[in-house]
């Protein structure tokens, strides 16, 4: 990636830049002839969700290496480089004829190290170099559906590439692909608070080591953190332990704990103090979307589900964080606190298959565990790896 402006990873606005690189065989030559049709030249079909930033521009480029004699990276100009406007699929072609470029240099022949000499200089070489920036939308007309057209957590933009010219007056050539992956979303649970029925203590973390007896009450709290607040059919599930807590005590938020870092009355849920993307109710100034709550009890699943819908806002670095206070535990249970099972979230992928592209986003409860003594400050990587801003997408070497 050349430029990366919002969420850490690839998103809507970043810019990406792809390498080509040519490597021809030592015992071959392929033609640089300009009258020749099959001379050097490199097709490029870039992907639909993509722009390319055009044959003008300085990124735009071609260099080669051949029997010791370099050619510098040069911009391709309009001489070396034509791209269509982009189809009703969203892709656009590019075509980058490298031979216009390389015969002032090498003649109508670019030979491999030994084709010509017997002279060992190093492998011949020719490497293009251009860049595109990641669309708001796929821009597929029209829209085959299911879901919606915009770039969302999860979703793919790539292309292809076909490469050759003609080798001892045979026309050859090879492909590669590359693809790029839009940032996803990341999960954590932990016990955020402990409260204590004896002494009505509430302790935030809770103590190291300690334990839970009949009547006492905790307070989970979910971390959902999104690089790119754009995604279609979320929700979170939170499985709790049985028989412990009955999932179906939780009834309603309380607006009145919201961002305080307070723990919220037991049976109901509030946001945390870092959650910049929940609604706790309709007056909350500083979510974006309130969730549907439904709860399934013991009889059932024992589940908490926060349905947050589709969102297509595209702001970056939103972070949801509701906490969570079950209620008391069964007075028939006395057991050192345990977490609850983790399982995937309810996200589901959507197939967009006919264009090529995956669409979808996962999110997965990973468990409950002591909270850390930073509290609130605990941060949660997203589960695509950042990447250098200048890392590039190198794509499979032709051969010839």
Not at 104 to 121: I, K, N, P, V
Not at 131 to 148: E, L, N
Not at 338 to 353: F, N
Request: aromatic share 6%.
């Amino acid at each position: 990636m050349a430029i990366d402006t919002g969420a850490s990873g690839p998103s809507p606005g970043d810019t990406l830049e792809y390498t080509l690189v040519f490597e021809l065989s030592d015992y071959h030559s392929v033609s640089l002839a300009l009258a020749d049709p099959d001379r050097l030249r490199f097709v490029d079909v870039l992907g639909d969700g993509q722009t390319f930033v055009g044959c003008g521009d300085a990124t735009t480029t071609i260099a080669a290496q051949a029997n010791g004699v370099p050619l510098a990276a040069t911009p391709t100009g309009a001489a070396a480089c034509s791209a269509t406007p982009k189809a009703a699929d969203g892709t656009t072609t590019i075509t980058f004829d490298a031979a216009a470029l390389l015969q002032a240099t090498y003649g109508d022949t670019l030979h491999g190290d030994l084709a010509s000499d017997a002279a060992q200089s190093g492998p011949t070489v020719v490497t293009v170099r251009f860049r595109t920036t990641i669309d708001v939308a796929y821009s597929r007309t029209p829209w085959p559906g299911p879901g919606q057209p915009e770039l969302t957590l999860g979703d793919t933009v790539g292309n292809a590439a076909n490469g050759g010219g003609a080798s001892a007056g045979t026309a050859v050539s090879d492909a590669t692909s590359a693809s790029a992956t839009i940032v996803n979303a990341a999960f954590a649970k932990s016990i955020y608070a402990y409260t204590d029925r004896a002494t009505g203590t509430t302790s935030i973390p809770p103590p190291a080591g300690f334990l839970v007896s009949p009547g006492d009450s905790l307070t989970y709290r979910l971390t959902w953190a999104l690089p790119l607040a754009s995604y279609e059919v979320a929700k979170i599930d939170d499985y709790l332990p049985s028989p412990v807590f009955d999932a179906a005590q939780i009834t309603a938020a309380d607006p009145a704990s919201a961002r305080t870092g307070a723990a919220p009355p037991a049976g109901t849920w509030t946001a945390g103090p870092l959650d910049t993307f929940t609604k706790v109710d309709a007056g909350d100034g500083i979510g974006l979307v309130q969730p549907a709550l439904a709860t399934s009890g013991l009889g059932g699943e024992n589940r908490v589900t926060w349905n947050y819908g589709t969102y297509l806002g595209q702001q970056t670095n939103r972070v949801v964080r509701p906490a969570v206070h079950r209620g008391g535990h069964d007075p028939s249970v006395r057991r050192r606190a345990q977490p609850a099972q983790p399982r995937a979230v309810a996200v589901p992928e959507h197939g967009r298959r006919g264009d090529g592209l995956r669409r979808g986003s996962a999110v997965h409860d990973a468990g409950a565990g002591r909270d850390d003594p930073e509290g609130d400050r605990r941060c949660v990587e997203s589960c695509v790896r950042r990447r250098s801003p200048a890392r590039q997408l190198r794509q499979r070497p032709f051969r010839l």
